[in-house]
């Protein structure tokens, strides 16, 4: 028996404008979305009258591996004949297990895990180890990035989250993405770190410099500052290699994962740091609690979506068809230049730059009609996210392709 589908959809829509957010179901209603999220599986989301989407918005990342991953559930029911949440405060096998398998794949000698549930009390942790670490309070972020909605995280990211909630922490600045002249000239001996995505993805996939984090790096080293990397949604394979920072061959001070670590399965994150930033965390163990951090049960759905990435072919598969999507965005970008000025793209980490910002909302609106779901970025609305699950194959990410020419051919019509 299913748990889903006990109520007329209509009946959900309207308790949810009562009890949830009335706000949400305006938005949806006035954008023509009607959709309420049923039965998924693979790269394919249903409503719950059955309208089917491919999913190349996959929640940044938390659908990396398709929806309801068999292995990853497979894991988690394994785990939980014989665990549960478990006690944070206890020494226990799974977070053992699970830390060492991220620090086995994290580059250089970060070998050192705090667990969280989400992604910005993940980002929390970082700031706060770095602050601690370097006594110092200045933390440097980009204009119009995003490190999630928790104190700390939402300090540093886009002034339009934070504006209404009155004063936050002190101590940050914010400068232009990718520039690094702009970061030397904010840094000084009052910085305790630099924290960046490795590619915003709310402010429209944009792509650093090739060599901007080898300056950011050495900044870092020169100014004594801690070095973060909100890998929250490039990493675990999403660039075509394990951290998107690998690619640009850079080791942070500290990296930030969550999102995909959880297999969409069930919630985790975690904040990977390089010895020299222990000894804070060592005299202080108990300085930063979180109750559901690392779950127990989690830790297993986690070591089995660590197993599925460190599987011969799978980082593979995420190359192959990047190399589709390239070969197809230059096409696109041939066939409907009115509409389509760039095709921004590091492995499966892509977002298509349209004419103007009212194009993202537009395409996001002729996506869902079509069959996809794609979402613009809410810092540049000109910009659409489309991160597909990593295990799409060659024949789906064709299909996509086709979507996306199809909906440029739609928006060209609307905005002529
Ligand atoms: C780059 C990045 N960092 C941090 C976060 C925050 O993660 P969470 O929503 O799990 O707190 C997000 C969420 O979208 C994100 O995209």
Same mark, same amino acid.
């Given at each position: 028996?299913?748990? @889903?589908?006990?109520?007329?959809?209509?009946?959900?829509?309207?308790?949810?404008?009562?009890?949830?957010?009335?706000?949400?179901?305006? $938005? $949806?209603?006035?954008?023509?979305?009607?959709?309420?999220?049923?039965?998924?599986?693979?790269?394919?989301?249903?409503?719950?009258?059955?309208?089917?989407?491919?999913?190349?918005?996959?929640?940044?990342?938390?659908?990396?591996?398709?929806?309801?991953?068999?292995?990853?559930?497979?894991?988690?029911?394994?785990?939980?004949?014989?665990?549960?949440?478990? %006690?944070?405060?206890?020494?226990? #096998?799974?977070?053992?297990?699970?830390?060492?398998?991220?620090? %086995?794949?994290?580059?250089?000698?970060?070998?050192?895990?705090?667990?969280?549930?989400?992604?910005? #009390?993940?980002?929390?942790?970082?700031?706060?180890?770095?602050?601690?670490?370097?006594?110092?309070?200045?933390?440097?972020?980009?204009?119009?990035?995003?490190?999630?909605?928790?104190?700390?995280? !939402?300090?540093?990211?886009? =002034?339009?989250?934070?504006?209404?909630?009155?004063?936050?922490?002190?101590?940050?600045?914010?400068?232009?993405?990718?520039?690094?002249?702009?970061?030397?000239?904010?840094?000084?001996?009052?910085?305790?770190?630099?924290?960046?995505?490795?590619?915003?993805? +709310?402010?429209?996939? +944009?792509?650093?410099?090739?060599?901007? $984090?080898?300056?950011?790096?050495?900044?870092?080293?020169?100014?004594?500052?801690?070095? &973060?990397?909100?890998?929250?949604?490039?990493?675990?394979?999403?660039?075509?290699?394990?951290?998107?920072?690998? +690619?640009?061959?850079?080791?942070?001070?500290?990296?930030? *994962?969550?999102?995909?670590?959880?297999?969409?399965?069930?919630?985790?994150?975690?904040?990977?740091?390089?010895?020299?930033?222990?000894?804070?965390?060592?005299?202080?163990? $108990?300085?930063?609690?979180?109750?559901?951090?690392?779950? =127990?049960?989690?830790?297993?759905?986690?070591?089995?979506? !660590?197993? @599925?990435?460190?599987?011969?072919?799978?980082?593979? %598969?995420?190359? #192959?068809?990047?190399?589709?999507?390239?070969?197809?965005? *230059?096409? !696109?970008?041939?066939?409907?230049?009115?509409?389509?000025? =760039?095709?921004?793209?590091?492995?499966?980490?892509?977002?298509?730059?349209? &004419?103007?910002?009212?194009?993202?909302?537009? &395409?996001?609106?002729?996506?869902?009609?079509?069959?996809?779901?794609?979402?613009?970025?809410? %810092?540049?609305?000109?910009?659409?996210?489309?991160?597909?699950?990593?295990?799409?194959?060659?024949? #789906?990410?064709?299909?996509?392709?086709?979507?996306?020419?199809?909906?440029?051919? +739609?928006?060209?019509?609307?905005?002529?």
């Amino acid at each position: 028996m299913s748990v @889903i589908a006990k109520q007329p959809k209509a009946s959900i829509i309207e308790k949810y404008a009562q009890h949830v957010s009335s706000g949400k179901v305006e $938005f $949806f209603t006035q954008a023509g979305i009607d959709f309420v999220t049923g039965k998924r599986a693979g790269i394919y989301i249903r409503d719950l009258e059955g309208k089917q989407l491919i999913n190349c918005h996959c929640n940044g990342g938390v659908f990396n591996l398709g929806h309801r991953n068999p292995r990853v559930i497979k894991a988690l029911m394994l785990a939980l004949e014989d665990l549960d949440i478990g %006690n944070h405060h206890l020494i226990s #096998e799974g977070r053992t297990l699970l830390a060492e398998r991220l620090v %086995n794949i994290s580059p250089g000698d970060i070998n050192r895990v705090i667990f969280g549930v989400s992604g910005g #009390e993940a980002i929390d942790m970082a700031i706060k180890l770095a602050r601690a670490h370097t006594g110092r309070v200045n933390v440097i972020s980009a204009l119009g990035g995003y490190h999630g909605h928790t104190g700390l995280a !939402l300090a540093a990211g886009d =002034e339009q989250y934070r504006k209404p909630f009155g004063p936050l922490s002190p101590g940050f600045i914010q400068v232009p993405f990718g520039d690094l002249e702009a970061l030397e000239a904010a840094m000084d001996e009052n910085t305790a770190a630099v924290i960046f995505e490795t590619i915003p993805a +709310t402010l429209g996939i +944009t792509i650093p410099p090739d060599d901007f $984090f080898a300056g950011v790096r050495e900044l870092c080293n020169r100014f004594d500052a801690v070095m &973060i990397q909100d890998e929250v949604q490039t990493g675990l394979g999403r660039c075509g290699a394990i951290w998107g920072i690998d +690619t640009y061959g850079v080791v942070p001070d500290i990296i930030v *994962t969550g999102k995909g670590l959880s297999g969409g399965i069930y919630p985790i994150s975690a904040t990977l740091y390089r010895e020299h930033l222990n000894p804070f965390m060592h005299a202080n163990p $108990f300085i930063h609690i979180s109750t559901f951090g690392g779950a =127990e049960v989690g830790c297993y759905a986690a070591l089995e979506v !660590l197993d @599925i990435l460190d599987e011969p072919g799978f980082l593979e %598969n995420v190359i #192959e068809v990047a190399a589709i999507f390239e070969q197809g965005f *230059t096409e !696109l970008c041939k066939k409907h230049p009115v509409v389509m000025v =760039e095709a921004r793209q590091r492995g499966l980490m892509m977002g298509p730059k349209l &004419i103007s910002p009212q194009c993202g909302p537009l &395409i996001t609106r002729i996506g869902f009609d079509a069959g996809l779901l794609v979402i613009y970025g809410n %810092n540049d609305p000109s910009a659409v996210q489309i991160l597909p699950p990593l295990i799409i194959e060659e024949a #789906e990410a064709r299909q996509v392709l086709s979507f996306l020419d199809g909906m440029l051919s +739609t928006l060209e019509i609307m905005i002529s």
